[in-house]
């Protein structure tokens, strides 16, 4: 073996130094050092490729994690920050965004809240209502499309996601090239407004953003292809936010199709949709954390909102009109939830198709039959879904849940979801949530429509929103600065008196009763004239508590008329009011009105007769004939011949005057006695062309008069009912009705003398104050609120899904049945605050005077209300949320004592939940959505869910733990309340409405 020559160098070397034998030796170690550091070398490579493997792997699973749960940057280092605008350099203005999550119905905010993080932690940081109510039909392009133009369907063209236009004899489909047409989108876009003036817009899908609408595009846009994943298209949006200032675009869209993909597919109550929701969050999260890396977090104006929800389908729960019509082959159903019939024949017998007839033939064939056809101008008008060519005459309305078509096998969905019924279904409501600088920060505000939506954008943008039909100023309350400051509409009319010389009537008008003698008449008249202007002033205090209504409709000639039981703006041009007003008290019971004494109506002395109808006129129709507007049975301060005059009739039907009487004979004194006292006022609708919008006046000849297509009632009381209409100082509640005025009942199927069914019919057609201006020329509430909170009232619809009370619980307190012990129980005893230290006795607040009632109510007005989390009677105070199922607490007032029961037992938590929704049930009880932090005042007016919104818990001593939806008040009467403990005190929780 040959060896180098400084290596035998260096052992000759060693020889020298060691000797021989002490050479050999140190060989011999040298050998085995060299050997151990090869091993040591190899070990610590292996530890060290080891050690790599570990790092990649933690890598590669944190990553992994990250892509389940994306929003953890945003959720635990920024989420809890002030959200005051912190825009970075380069950013003049912040940003908005608008995020459409496809299908999202508001009831997956509770029943799959444990799947949605970042959604959750929006809502509870930024602005949100428990749900958004879309526009009718509940379908995709129409609502996506009247979030952009603030437009009812029937105003922006887009009224299905089929549909024929007769004038241009042509076809839209989502899937034909008629959808890119910009002969369909009528309107203007958000996206178009904003380039107007001078923005730039970018849209990553949105319907109608790929069309060149009034002859433009976005700035930015794509064309629609739902092949490309969600990651990508928050890729590019936020490409383009990267853009220098100056090209990039100040307002954005993204559209995501899910959860409705895969609601259509499997069904609302899918595993898929569950994991369809994980989804979109998880991309919500990208983005929070791509925005939070990039500073703008606290700059972007974001909101996300969903256009529809999802119903569970079956054909088990569908109609089809080949069961009732035996020729179906001059007519096809655009199948679904909202049905159309439209003729076979186009465009030849689209308006000359006998709709009328196939409409009657298909009515009340069957007990409770689940379609209802209709002729879409006698449709409820808060559905808006009439004055368009593209909607068919004839329409099928469906219960909740039921779908309709010509066949079985035309059906689209037998399983899996879908949508498009009743907007005011609960399965059919969207979402809104807003975070940014623009909102206000954990707030909640009540149900609103999508129509809305556009103006508030516009405000957040800086822009002139275009015509539209939504209340601008009605959401100012989610804004943290508001930059359109409402203003009543002006009055356009002004009031000429009516006054009248002669207590003798210058002409009878044809009127006649055989009860009376002319003197008597000549007496009553010269009473109804002796009004001075002091105790008219009182009367308007009493009867015009919110102020007197306002014509706002041109070159209107009316007069306001005083009596003691009620006020009356007469028109000259209708011969009839324009409305009616009074305020009663709390009413048991209302003596029905004799027909004799109906008959004898007089000529009111103070109107020219010439601006009077006849008692009998020669009218057209012979069925046609007279109802009051004020009823006279319902007078208490004045005599009921003041109501007998021509100046309080209106044409009505035989069969609507049995509605309009069964309505204030039976239903109007149980609400009186449930809101202790209400505001009435009604009157006539006049709208033949079916545009929602007031008819002009039109004089048909002297003392004639048109017939009403409707007639409006609307009920107004104090929030907190221990104070009557006219003495009410704090928020107001209303529930107003437009009644269709026609001829029969075949559109509720009754006949014979049983009226019970109103009270679902009248709930069918309820309607917003703003309706009813709109289609009357009149404004409401001028006095008492601010503009802003009289819009909130105005644009509010209060949907009555839970029962109105029964005639045996209108005049008595809520009694349940005796409970088990441990569970919930409510009597009707006069309220106690209970005191719980040792020795105090407990004082009774009967016999309070009503200012010490209000400041005790003041007291304990303020409730912190909180996602998931306890409230307090003390505002501020906050504690964690959670609420064990085991440790269930309520208070309540029984048998003159207050009582705590508390059960710890899972089991019996149950039962006391049920044994709750049971009382919830029989007390028509009235929930509040979340409140997300805010502070309420006790009293204001929040809308009545349905089930399964109602789903509160009492848990832990002195505190009640919410769902994301409700706060309940347990009230019948005055003597009723639900409690709150805290602190060794009862908190008394009552007047919430």
């Known amino acids: 073996m040959e060896v180098s020559k400084g290596e035998e160098s260096g052992n000759e070397h060693r020889s020298s130094l060691f000797g021989p034998a002490e050479v050999e030796s140190q060989s011999r170690s040298t050998g085995r050092c060299r050997d151990l550091s090869k091993r040591s070398k190899i070990l610590i490579g292996v530890l060290l490729l080891a050690l790599l493997v570990l790092i990649l792997a933690l890598a590669l699973s944190r990553k992994g994690s990250n892509n389940e749960t994306d929003g953890t940057l945003w959720l635990q280092a920024f989420a809890d920050e002030a959200t005051q605008q912190q825009c970075p350099p380069g950013f003049s203005k912040p940003p908005l965004i608008l995020v459409s999550l496809d299908g999202f119905r508001a009831e997956y905010l509770t029943s799959r809240s444990s799947h949605l993080p970042v959604i959750n932690k929006l809502r509870e940081l930024g602005a949100t209502t428990p749900y958004m109510r879309p526009v009718y039909p509940t379908k995709t392009f129409p609502n996506h499309y009247s979030i952009v133009t603030g437009l009812y369907p029937e105003s922006h063209g887009i009224v299905d996601n089929k549909m024929y236009d007769v004038t241009h004899n042509a076809f839209f489909s989502l899937k034909s090239e008629e959808k890119s047409d910009p002969k369909w989108y009528q309107g203007e876009p958000l996206w178009i407004t904003a380039m107007h003036q001078k923005l730039k817009t970018g849209t990553f899908f949105w319907p109608g953003s790929d069309v060149k609408i009034n002859g433009s595009y976005p700035n930015f846009y794509k064309l629609y292809d739902r092949t490309i994943s969600f990651e990508d298209r928050v890729g590019t949006l936020l490409e383009w936010l990267s853009l220098p200032e100056g090209k990039r675009p100040d307002f954005y869209t993204l559209y995501l199709e899910e959860p409705d993909a895969s609601g259509h597919r499997y069904g609302p109550g899918s595993k898929e949709v569950t994991l369809a929701l994980e989804h979109v969050d998880r991309i919500l999260g990208i983005m929070m954390d791509s925005l939070t890396e990039k500073n703008l977090h606290h700059c972007v104006n974001l909101m996300i909102v969903s256009d529809h929800g999802m119903e569970e389908a079956s054909c088990d729960k569908a109609e089809y009109v080949s069961t009732y019509q035996e020729n179906t082959n001059d007519f096809n159903v655009i199948q679904g939830p909202a049905a159309r019939i439209r003729p076979a024949r186009l465009p030849d017998d689209y308006f000359s198709f006998d709709y009328t007839g196939l409409v009657k033939n298909l009515s009340c064939r069957v007990t409770n039959q689940s379609m209802r056809p209709y002729l879409k101008e006698n449709l409820p008008k808060r559905i808006h879904f009439a004055n368009n060519k593209r909607i068919e005459r004839g329409h099928l309305y469906m219960k909740e849940g039921w779908q309709a078509a010509r066949y079985r096998e035309e059906l689209k969905y037998c399983t899996g979801g879908f949508h498009g019924s009743d907007n005011l279904f609960t399965n059919m409501q969207a979402i809104f949530i807003g975070y940014g600088p623009g909102f206000k920060s954990k707030t909640v505000v009540p149900p609103f429509e999508n129509i809305e939506l556009y103006n508030i954008m516009c405000d957040l943008l800086g822009i002139r929103p275009s015509p539209n039909n939504g209340t601008h100023g009605s959401l100012n309350h989610l804004l943290s600065r508001p930059s359109h400051l409402p203003v009543h509409p002006a009055q356009l009319s002004h009031e000429t008196p009516c006054e009248a010389s002669d207590p003798v009537p210058t002409d009878d008008l044809r009127c006649t009763c055989t009860s009376q003698t002319k003197t008597q008449e000549t007496d009553m008249n010269r009473l109804l004239m002796t009004t001075n202007s002091s105790t008219k002033v009182l009367l308007r205090r009493l009867h015009h508590p919110f102020g007197t209504p306002r014509v706002v409709q041109p070159d209107a000639a009316f007069c306001l008329l005083h009596q003691s039981d009620y006020l009356s703006g007469y028109s000259r041009d209708r011969l009839m009011p324009l409305w009616v007003s009074y305020t009663l008290q709390p009413l048991t019971t209302v003596r029905p009105l004799s027909p004799e004494l109906e008959a004898c109506v007089r000529a009111d002395v103070r109107v020219p007769a010439a601006d009077s109808q006849l008692c009998f006129p020669d009218r057209e129709d012979p ?50 006695q449930q809101l202790n006292g209400v505001n009435v006022v009604s009157g006539p609708i006049f709208d033949d062309d079916f545009d929602g919008n007031v008819d002009a006046f039109i004089r048909v000849s002297r003392n004639e008069t048109l017939t009403p297509t409707h007639f409006f009632v609307i009920l107004t009381s104090c929030v907190n009912s221990a104070l009557s209409p006219s003495q009410c100082e704090g928020p107001l509640q209303t529930q107003s009705f437009i009644l269709p005025h026609r001829p029969d009942h075949t559109e509720s199927c009754a006949n014979g003398s049983d009226m019970s069914w109103v009270e679902e019919w009248l709930r069918f057609h309820i309607a917003r104050v703003r309706d009813i201006e709109l289609l009357t020329g009149l404004s409401f509430y001028h006095d008492r609120l601010s503009v802003e909170e009289t819009l909130q009232l105005k644009t509010f619809l209060l949907y009555i899904n839970l029962p109105l009370p029964h005639a045996d619980q209108s005049s008595r307190a809520l009694s349940p049945e005796p409970e088990e012990e441990g569970g919930l129980s409510l009597s009707s005893v006069k309220r106690r605050k209970r005191r719980r230290q040792a ?127 409700s706060v309940l008040r347990l009230q019948r009467g005055e003597d009723q309340v639900w409690r709150l403990v805290r602190g060794g005190k009862v908190k008394e929780v009552s007047r919430l409405e």
């Open 623 to 672: 069925k046609l004939s007279y109802g009051l507007l004020h009823p006279p049975n319902l007078s208490s301060g004045g005599p009921e011949s003041d109501s007998l005059l021509t100046s309080n009739m209106a044409p009505m039907f035989p069969a609507f005057k049995d509605v309009w009487r069964h309505f204030h004979d039976v239903l109007l004194p149980k609400f009186s």
């Open 839 to 965: 020795g105090i006795k407990r004082r009774s607040r009967e016999g309070r005077t009503d200012s010490e009632k209000r400041r005790q109510a003041e007291t304990d007005q303020r409730l912190l209300l909180k996602d998931g989390s306890r409230f307090s009677s003390r505002p501020g105070e906050r504690e964690s949320p959670g609420c064990p199922a085991e440790r269930q607490t309520a208070a309540y007032h029984r048998g003159g004592q207050d009582q705590e029961n508390e059960t710890r037992a899972p089991g019996a938590s149950q039962t006391r939940r049920q044994e709750f929704h049971a009382a919830v049930r029989r007390a028509d009880l009235r929930p509040l959505p979340e409140a997300s932090g805010k502070v309420l005042e006790l009293g204001r007016r929040l809308p009545r869910l349905q089930p399964p919104h109602l789903q509160p818990v009492s848990c832990g001593r002195g505190s009640v733990g919410l769902d994301v939806h």
